[in-house]
């Protein structure tokens, strides 16, 4: 690798590494505000924690974690909610041109996208942004969000804010048997709108077009 590269490596290393760590705070911290106002102590994702009984420490690396088919994605588990005691969840999505899930909101997580490579429109509060390689994107809970891929493929990074969220990719998609986008395969769209509304995602229109 040339010097060039290198730096660009740490470069996109340190970017990712600036924004997670924005998005862990910022989410924590409105989880937890709002777990207190609502006197519901086991929901605040700080409750019982302390620097002298943290949660283990975790390292996976390129290749590494478990993988899902969820719909036409493969997502790969980076940092599952089991390993940060359900604060937040972190996965690496690899999609094909024109995924795009239908317009919604979740009602109980803020997500993160960070685009790594391919173009990417994203939606919210009826905006369209079109993205590229390094672009961050914050969806709050409560507002409306979709996105659709325009290249060929992209690859991105997806936090969940808490974590409880990615239980309703596992329990709506299957094991991956390779780190390869899923073979095409009918939706089971009682299962993902039973998901849905277990995990309170609720649908607001269709998916955008290409």
């Known amino acids: 690798m040339t010097a060039v590269g290198r730096v660009n490596v740490r ?3 340190a970017g990712i590494l600036r924004g997670v760590t924005l998005a862990v705070r910022l989410g924590a911290r409105v989880e937890s505000t709002s777990a ?9 994702p700080w409750h019982g924690r302390s620097m002298t009984d943290p949660a283990p420490g975790l390292v996976v690396r390129p ?3 478990d993988a899902t088919w969820h719909l036409d994605a493969l997502w790969t588990w980076k940092v599952p909610a089991a390993a940060t005691g359900g604060s937040l969840s972190v996965a690496e999505q690899l999609l094909p041109r ?5 317009l919604h909101r979740h009602t109980h997580e803020d997500e993160v996208w960070i685009v790594l490579d391919g173009e990417v429109s994203f939606f ?3 905006q369209e942004h079109l993205t590229g390689d390094g672009t961050y994107v914050f969806g709050p809970r409560g507002r409306a969000h979709t996105y659709v891929v325009r290249s060929e493929t992209a690859r991105m990074i997806i936090l969940l804010l808490p974590g409880a969220c990615e239980e309703f990719f596992l329990s709506t998609g299957h094991p991956a048997a390779s780190l390869t986008l899923p073979p095409p ?5 009682d299962a993902l709108m039973a998901g849905m509304t277990r995990f ?4 607001v229109g269709p998916p955008p077009e290409l």
């Not at 024109?98 to 239908?102: F, K, L, T, W």
């Open 11 to 13: 470069s996109e290393a």
């Open 36 to 44: 207190r106002r609502r006197g519901d102590i086991r929901k605040d």
């Open 63 to 65: 290749g590494e974690g």
């Open 98 to 102: 024109g995924s795009a899930p239908p």
């Open 124 to 126: 919210l509060d009826g």
């Open 185 to 189: 395969a009918p939706p089971d769209m």
């Open 200 to 203: 309170g995602i609720e649908l």
